[in-house]
């Protein structure tokens, strides 16, 4: 985890000034979280593929689990501890059938309404600034949730086949030569 997220940080370009940044306008972006909340669980519930990873009378507790993750962002409260919770919730959402992309596209969606609020309610370069803090944060959480995801799935196979990484990675490798010879070959 700790060399995914070193990679994270500098190609994001997130900064410790981020977390402060969000500590700072905590006041105004907490009033937010109801809304972004319905938002992500309407779309959710609306939408076929994604209805249906849900278990019935679910709805309040995944709600406020994101309420207490949209408020540990807003009020800055990234530490270490922060960042190895989000590298646990790809792990947690492979059982669920929760796929990366439906997570991106709700990361996306969150992003986008963040910075619609923060067009309404501040200055243009205030915006820019809360906004730029909470985009490279969730992009950072993003990679980690995704990578989270993709590193417990191989571990898992790897327990599963008794199997070493290395062993795996070397077939794969190989495998995937031989995948990309016959797409060359079409
Ligand atoms: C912005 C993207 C997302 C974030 C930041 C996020 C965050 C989280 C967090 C923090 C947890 C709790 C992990 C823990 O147990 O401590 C969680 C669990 C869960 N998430 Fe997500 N999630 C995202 C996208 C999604 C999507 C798109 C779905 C559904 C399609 C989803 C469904 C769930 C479910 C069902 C659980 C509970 C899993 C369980 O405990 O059985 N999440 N998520």
Not at 5 to 13: E, H, P
Not at 83 to 101: A, D, S
């Amino acid at each position: 985890m700790k060399e995914v997220l070193a990679d994270l940080i500098v190609l994001t370009g997130f900064s410790e000034e981020d977390p402060q940044i969000l500590r700072r306008y905590t006041a105004v972006t907490a009033v937010w979280q109801e809304e972004v909340t319905q938002v992500f669980y309407d779309t959710l519930y609306g939408h076929r593929a994604t209805a249906a990873v849900f278990r019935g009378g679910e709805r309040p507790s995944r709600e406020q689990t994101l309420r207490n993750w949209y408020q540990t962002v807003t009020e800055g409260n990234i530490d270490e501890k922060f960042w190895q919770w989000q590298w646990f919730v790809g792990l947690v959402h492979i059982p669920r059938g929760i796929t990366n992309p439906f997570m991106m596209g709700m990361m996306s969606r969150v992003q986008q309404l963040f910075w619609h609020k923060c067009r309404e309610n501040m200055s243009l370069d205030e915006a820019e600034m809360v906004y730029g803090a909470f985009k490279r944060v969730t992009d950072v959480i993003a990679g980690l949730i995704a990578e989270g995801y993709f590193q417990s799935y191989v571990h898992a196979m790897e327990r599963m086949s008794g199997q070493s990484r290395t062993l795996i990675d070397r077939m794969v490798h190989m495998e995937v030569e031989e995948m990309l010879a016959e797409a060359r070959r079409r």
